[in-house]
C-alpha cells in the first residue's frame, strides 16, 4: 500500500513537471522544424546557436536553480517556509547578475566558433541567431528559480499550464515571422525570447499574487544578502554538476563540425540530440519528481519514506526508457523526415538509430538517479562522477571511435554511451551506499542553523 501511495505522490508531481520540460523542449524542436524547411545552411547555424546558448547560458542557469530542489526542499518538508521566499530572491538576484557576462559569450558566439574550428559560413549564421536569444537568456534568469519555487511547494499545475502558453505563443509567433512576414530565420530566435519572457511574467504574477505562496512568499527581504556564500556555493557545484553533463552533448556538436562533410553531421547529431533530450525531458520530470519527495522527506526527518521514492521512480524510469527505446527502434527509418527534407541526413539518422536507442535506455535511468543526488544536496559527488564519466572515459572513448577509426557520428555516440553507463554505475554505488538516517539528522541540523540566520 505504501509503495502504491508513494507512485501515486511522485506520479502527482512527475506529470506535470514532464509538461513543463517537453513543452520547454518543444519550443527548441519547432524551431529546428521552421528553420528545417529554409535550407540546410540556416538548420546547421541554427543547430550550433541552440548549442551554443545552451552550453553558454540556459544550461548553467538551469544548473544554478538547482541549488533550489535541495534548499528549498528541505525547507519546506520542514516547515521553515520563510526561507523559501529568501532563497528565490538570492537565485534571481545571483542568475541576473550572472547573465551579462553570459550575454556577451553570445555577442562573441562567430569568434568562439571559429577557434574551436567551425565552418565560417555555418559559425556566421549560428552568431545572426544566437544574438536573438539573448533576451531570452535574461528571462531565465527569472523562470528557472521560479519554477523550482514552486515545484519544491509540489505547485505544479500552473508552471504546466504557463509553459504550454510560452509553447503555444512561440508556435504562433514563428509561424507569422517566417510564413507571413518573411523576416528570416532569425526571426524564430526572436520569438523563442518573446515566448520566454511570457512564461516569466505568468511565473511571476502567480508567485506575488497567488494565496498558495502566501506562507512562502512574504515580500522582498534584507535577508536576501544574508548568508549568500553558502547558497553561491552550492548552486555553483550545482550548475557545475549538471553543465558538465549538458556541455557533453553539446561538444558532440562541435566535434561533429570537424569531420567529413559538417553540415550534414552537424544537422544529424543536432537532431539526435535533440530526440534524445527530448525523452530526457519525461525522465528529467521523474528526476525532479524524486528530488522533491526526497528533500521534502529528509527536511521532515523521515528517511524511510525518502528511501521509497528512490525505489519507486526507477521503476517507473526503467519502464519509460525501455518503452522510448522500443519505439524508436520500431520507427527507425521514418522518424528523420520529420525534421529535415535531406534524404543524406535521414540515411544518417536511420542507420545510427540503435545507438541513440541505447543511449536512451542508459541515459533516461540515470538521470533519476541525479534527482535523488540533488535531493540529498550532494550535488559535489554529482560533479565528480560526472567529471569522471563523460571526461575522463566518455569523450575520449567518442573521440577515437569517431575521427581515429572512422566511425564519424556513430561512432561519437557510442563513445558517449560509455561514459553513460559509467555514470550510471557510479550513481547507484553512492546511493546503494547511502546512510539515510545520517542524512536526515545532517540536514535537519543544518535547517536549524541556517532558519535562525534568515529570521
Given at each position: 500500500?505504501?509503495?502504491?501511495?508513494?507512485?501515486?505522490?511522485?506520479?502527482?508531481?512527475?506529470?506535470?513537471?514532464?509538461?513543463?520540460?517537453?513543452?520547454?523542449?518543444?519550443?527548441?524542436?519547432?524551431?529546428?522544424?521552421?528553420?528545417?524547411?529554409?535550407?540546410?545552411?540556416?538548420?546547421?547555424?541554427?543547430?550550433?546557436?541552440?548549442?551554443?546558448?545552451?552550453?553558454?547560458?540556459?544550461?548553467?542557469?538551469?544548473?544554478?536553480?538547482?541549488?533550489?530542489?535541495?534548499?528549498?526542499?528541505?525547507?519546506?518538508?520542514?516547515?521553515?517556509?520563510?526561507?523559501?521566499?529568501?532563497?528565490?530572491?538570492?537565485?534571481?538576484?545571483?542568475?541576473?547578475?550572472?547573465?551579462?557576462?553570459?550575454?556577451t559569450l553570445f555577442i562573441f558566439t562567430r569568434r568562439i566558433l571559429l577557434l574551436l574550428g567551425q565552418d565560417p559560413a555555418m559559425s556566421a549564421k549560428a552568431k545572426d541567431f544566437?544574438?536573438?536569444?539573448?533576451?531570452?537568456?535574461?528571462?531565465?534568469?527569472?523562470?528557472?528559480?521560479?519554477?523550482?519555487?514552486?515545484?519544491?511547494?509540489?505547485?505544479?499545475?500552473?508552471?504546466?499550464?504557463?509553459?504550454?502558453?510560452?509553447?503555444?505563443?512561440?508556435?504562433?509567433?514563428?509561424?507569422?515571422?517566417?510564413?507571413?512576414?518573411?523576416?528570416?530565420?532569425?526571426?524564430?530566435?526572436?520569438?523563442?525570447?518573446?515566448?520566454?519572457?511570457?512564461?516569466?511574467?505568468?511565473?511571476?504574477?502567480?508567485?506575488?499574487?497567488?494565496?498558495?505562496?502566501?506562507?512562502?512568499?512574504?515580500?522582498?527581504?534584507?535577508?536576501?544578502?544574508?548568508?549568500?556564500?553558502?547558497?553561491?556555493?552550492?548552486?555553483?557545484?550545482?550548475?557545475?554538476?549538471?553543465?558538465?553533463?549538458?556541455?557533453?552533448?553539446?561538444?558532440?556538436?562541435?566535434?561533429?563540425?570537424?569531420?567529413?562533410?559538417?553540415?550534414?553531421?552537424?544537422?544529424?547529431?543536432?537532431?539526435?540530440?535533440?530526440?534524445?533530450?527530448?525523452?530526457?525531458?519525461?525522465?528529467?520530470?521523474?528526476?525532479?519528481?524524486?528530488?522533491?519527495?526526497?528533500?521534502?522527506?529528509?527536511?521532515?526527518?523521515?528517511?524511510?519514506?525518502?528511501?521509497?521514492?528512490?525505489?519507486?521512480?526507477?521503476?517507473?524510469?526503467?519502464?519509460?526508457?525501455?518503452?522510448?527505446?522500443?519505439?524508436?527502434?520500431?520507427?527507425?527509418?521514418?522518424?528523420?523526415?520529420?525534421?529535415?527534407?535531406?534524404?543524406?541526413?535521414?540515411?544518417?539518422?536511420?542507420?545510427?538509430?540503435?545507438?541513440?536507442?541505447?543511449?536512451?535506455?542508459?541515459?533516461?535511468?540515470q538521470c533519476v538517479l541525479q534527482g535523488v543526488v540533488r535531493g540529498c544536496g550532494r550535488q559535489n559527488l554529482g560533479a565528480i562522477i560526472n567529471?569522471?564519466?563523460?571526461?575522463?572515459?566518455?569523450?575520449?572513448?567518442?573521440?577515437?571511435?569517431?575521427?581515429?577509426?572512422?566511425?564519424?557520428?556513430?561512432?561519437?555516440?557510442?563513445?558517449?554511451?560509455?561514459?553513460?553507463?559509467?555514470?550510471?554505475?557510479?550513481?547507484?554505488?553512492?546511493?546503494?551506499?547511502?546512510?539515510?538516517?545520517?542524512?536526515?539528522?545532517?540536514?535537519?541540523?543544518?535547517?536549524?542553523?541556517?532558519?535562525?540566520?534568515?529570521?
Open positions: 500500500m505504501d509503495n502504491v501511495n508513494e507512485m501515486k505522490r511522485v506520479c502527482g508531481l512527475s506529470a506535470p513537471n514532464m509538461a513543463v520540460n517537453l513543452f520547454d523542449m518543444g519550443i527548441v524542436l519547432v524551431s529546428l522544424l521552421f528553420v528545417g524547411r529554409i535550407g540546410e545552411l540556416e538548420l546547421a547555424g541554427a543547430s550550433l546557436a541552440i548549442t551554443m546558448a545552451n552550453s553558454l547560458g540556459y544550461f548553467v542557469l538551469m544548473g544554478m536553480a538547482g541549488a533550489l530542489e535541495t534548499l528549498c526542499g528541505q525547507a519546506y518538508g520542514a516547515k521553515a517556509y520563510h526561507m523559501l521566499g529568501i532563497y528565490l530572491q538570492q537565485a534571481v538576484a545571483l542568475s541576473i547578475i550572472l547573465c551579462i557576462p553570459l550575454s544566437i544574438v536573438w536569444l539573448i533576451p531570452s537568456l535574461f528571462a531565465n534568469a527569472f523562470v528557472q528559480p521560479l519554477l523550482k519555487f514552486l515545484q519544491t511547494q509540489g505547485v505544479v499545475i500552473p508552471s504546466a499550464i504557463f509553459s504550454a502558453v510560452s509553447f503555444g505563443a512561440h508556435i504562433l509567433l514563428s509561424w507569422l515571422f517566417i510564413h507571413k512576414f518573411h523576416v528570416g530565420f532569425h526571426s524564430v530566435a526572436i520569438s523563442t525570447s518573446i515566448s520566454f519572457w511570457i512564461k516569466a511574467a505568468l511565473l511571476a504574477l502567480y508567485v506575488c499574487c497567488s494565496k498558495v505562496c502566501k506562507h512562502t512568499w512574504r515580500g522582498l527581504s534584507t535577508c536576501v544578502c544574508t548568508n549568500v556564500n553558502h547558497f553561491l556555493k552550492l548552486s555553483l557545484v550545482s550548475a557545475f554538476m549538471v553543465c558538465l553533463e549538458y556541455w557533453t552533448f553539446e561538444m558532440l556538436v562541435l566535434l561533429a563540425g570537424l569531420l567529413p562533410n559538417p553540415q550534414i553531421e552537424v544537422s544529424t547529431l543536432s537532431i539526435c540530440n535533440s530526440m534524445a533530450t527530448f525523452n530526457y525531458m519525461i525522465t528529467l520530470g521523474l528526476s525532479l519528481g524524486v528530488s522533491i519527495r526526497v528533500s521534502n522527506e529528509l527536511g521532515a526527518r523521515n528517511p524511510s519514506a525518502a528511501k521509497l521514492a528512490v525505489f519507486v521512480v526507477l521503476v517507473l524510469a526503467t519502464a519509460e526508457v525501455f518503452i522510448a527505446a522500443a519505439f524508436l527502434l520500431m520507427v527507425h527509418k521514418s522518424w528523420g523526415w520529420v525534421f529535415t527534407n535531406e534524404s543524406e541526413v535521414v540515411d544518417n539518422l536511420t542507420s545510427i538509430t540503435p545507438f541513440l536507442a541505447l543511449w536512451i535506455l542508459i541515459d533516461g535511468t567529471l569522471a564519466a563523460f571526461y575522463l572515459c566518455g569523450l575520449p572513448v567518442g573521440v577515437l571511435l569517431g575521427f581515429t577509426f572512422k566511425f564519424k557520428t556513430k561512432g561519437l555516440l557510442a563513445g558517449t554511451t560509455v561514459g553513460f553507463f559509467l555514470q550510471l554505475v557510479l550513481y547507484l554505488i553512492l546511493i546503494l551506499r547511502m546512510d539515510w538516517r545520517r542524512q536526515a539528522v545532517s540536514v535537519s541540523q543544518t535547517l536549524d542553523t541556517r532558519s535562525l540566520t534568515l529570521k
